[in-house]
């Protein structure tokens, strides 16, 4: 029942999503929504199925929309290959930084994930390519195959949405698969997953960099469809960002990302423009709330309603 | 005279320079390791308490004339109230859970705190003057001494010794520590735990304040001062290894006379240095340098 409830919704969401900008919604605001839940989901598959809480998952993002940027802008790659090598450039930082941190657990993990994305911010920020504190303008959008134009913001979209489609069946594909299990297995109790024999640290290290790719892949999306990439993309505060929308919405949960990427996203574009500096002043109040008193977030919560009352029809 | 090259004065301007971060490190971090000891949580919000504590001396200075010397102890004082309030309100219900809990929380407090902090005051930086009695310089021979800069590095050296004396040598300290081992066995003797460890809470949070005040004529009193700061300290406790008050104290010293020395041979890395050593330390120990796995 619930699991046909949950395809029901996806559905309807895939549905809402083609039907979007039929009915007017601006569509670069949706394909801005669509890159951050596709980061926060990329985020999910650690925080949610795995309990590694990287604190610097902007790293790969930013490193990703700069070296795609980057190629784009004073190299004239294709829009495809440009992606692919922002992609692979995340991926290797992941295997990197993924190596040395998942040497420790929890808070530590944290901790080392923080100071880590913090060299490669220190690294944009000094480097050559990435423009500095000017970050890097005017990215264009390119082509796909030399056929389809893409700088028409409803052609962008639908192409935008197609990656989106297939991440998320990726995801869905990845924790449903037996490697998915172990991952939520050594989430649940972490020392009985090694004593059942699993190498622990290489399945954490692979959703280390299955997860940093993503956002890699995501981070490329969003220099493109904007046309810019500043230092803000690489910096803790879009870390802390991916965190919150991961918890508000559920994490742990396929939907959850998606939900909570949407509300932030609407929340920030909204309030931007009334309450300047209160908007640092309300996420904080959100992570602080989240916490205290709802930590399985939106879907999380809405999954746990339905669970109680099959239960009760149960009884 | 040159060492490599490079003249001597540099080395060791950029090394007290160093010295005086080293300072801070030390202080932020030996906060951090005594909260995380007895709460068991990772006080992200430690750089926000800084910038508070720098803020408090300031706007102390500006409304009421408060001087340098009564800022030292009022600062830290009403900051480390609102830390008491704070674990009172919020970091009482999450003891015994996942410590990822307290981070992100603590996180949560520190964007509400620059937040609130940019809203009142922009994000431009203030200063805040040197204090009549320290200004000024000593010619020591070889080099010359700003007095400021030798008075925060001393200052901080005895406080950091001051606490290790309190936790490490009194019988205050040899509760606070079995508090750490047992909470509930320590209660059963008549202790009132849950009040040490607000009070623990609030005294780690007043240093990081004091670590503001004495920071504030050198640095610019801006919001955003500890919020890449307390990333650079949780650094420093990686290396130094989490809950250890000797290895707190030394590592963050000895990194911020690093990163100083490296300022003079290769400028670009010393943002970085830090980072590098926690990723090479964590290579091959990963309990830290001075942890215990």
């Known amino acids: ?315 | 005279m040159t060492v490599f090259g490079i003249p001597l004065p540099a080395i060791l301007g950029q090394l007290t320079l160093g010295l005086v971060n080293g300072s801070f490190y030390a202080l932020l971090s030996l906060g951090l390791a005594v909260i995380f000891g007895l709460l068991g949580i990772v006080n992200f919000a430690h750089g926000a308490f800084y910038m508070l504590g720098a803020f408090a001396a300031y706007l102390g200075l500006q409304a009421f004339g408060v001087n340098y010397w009564f800022a030292l102890i009022l600062a830290p004082l009403a900051v480390g109230i609102l830390g008491v309030i704070i674990e009172r309100l919020f970091l009482r219900r999450l003891y015994g859970q996942d410590p990822l809990y307290g981070l992100l929380l603590t996180f949560g407090v520190a964007l509400i705190a620059e937040g609130i902090m940019r809203d009142q005051f922009g994000s431009s930086g203030k200063s805040y003057p040197v204090p009549g009695l320290l200004r000024g310089v000593v010619d020591l021979g070889f080099m010359v001494l700003p007095i400021y800069r030798g008075w925060v590095v001393l200052a901080s050296l005895s406080i950091c010794a001051t606490t290790w004396f309190l936790i490490e040598r009194t019988r205050l300290g040899a509760t606070l520590r079995a508090a750490t081992e047992n909470a509930r066995l320590v209660q059963a003797f008549g202790i009132n735990v849950p009040l040490m460890v607000t009070l623990t809470y609030g005294a780690g949070v007043a240093l990081a304040a004091l670590a503001g005040v004495l920071a504030a004529p050198v640095v610019q009193v801006s919001p955003l001062m500890g919020s890449s700061l307390v990333i650079v300290v949780f650094a420093v406790v990686v290396i130094g290894g989490m809950g250890s008050i000797v290895g707190a104290i030394v590592s963050g010293l000895a990194l911020g006379l690093i990163e100083g020395l490296t300022k003079v041979i290769y400028p670009e890395a010393s943002n970085i240095v830090v980072f590098v050593i926690m990723a090479v330390v964590l290579i091959f120990r990963p309990a830290g340098l001075f942890g215990r796995e």
């Open chain 1, 1 to 315: 029942m619930r699991v046909r409830a949950a395809t029901a919704v996806t559905v309807l969401l895939g549905i809402l999503a083609v039907a979007a900008p039929m009915v007017g919604v601006y569509p670069v605001f949706l394909m801005k929504l669509l890159c951050y839940s596709m980061f926060a989901c990329a985020f999910n598959l650690l925080l949610g199925y795995t309990r590694m809480l990287s604190f610097g998952h902007a790293a790969y993002f930013g490193s990703s929309a700069y070296v795609t940027g980057w190629l784009v802008t004073a190299h004239g790659w294709g829009t495809i290959q440009g992606t692919l090598a922002g992609v692979a450039v995340a991926m290797l930082l992941g295997l990197i930084i993924g190596a040395i941190a998942v040497r420790r657990q929890g808070i530590y993990f944290a901790m080392i994930t923080l100071a880590l994305s913090q060299l490669v911010f220190f690294i944009c920020l000094q480097a050559e390519f990435t423009g500095g504190e000017n970050g890097l303008q005017g990215i264009p959008r390119g082509s796909l195959f030399g056929l389809i134009d893409l700088d028409r913001d409803l052609t962008m979209y639908y192409c935008v949405l197609a990656v989106f489609i297939f991440v998320y069946l990726f995801i869905r594909r990845v924790v449903r698969s037996p490697f998915g299990h172990v991952l939520q297995a050594i989430r649940e109790n972490e020392p009985r997953a090694i004593s059942l024999g699993y190498a622990v640290d290489r399945y954490k290290l692979l959703a280390f960099v299955l997860s940093a790719s993503l956002a890699g892949l995501a981070g490329s999306l969003k220099a493109l469809i904007l046309g810019f990439t500043t230092l803000s993309d690489v910096s803790q505060g879009t870390s802390g960002e991916v965190i919150l929308m991961t918890l508000l919405g559920g994490s742990g949960t396929l939907l959850g990302p998606i939900v909570g990427a949407s509300t932030v996203l609407t929340l920030e574009e909204y309030l931007s423009d009334h309450v300047g500096a209160w908007v640092s002043v309300i996420i904080g109040a959100i992570f602080v709330v989240c916490v205290l008193v709802f930590r399985r977030g939106v879907v999380g919560e809405i999954q746990a309603r339905f669970a109680q009352r099959r239960g009760a029809t149960r009884d």
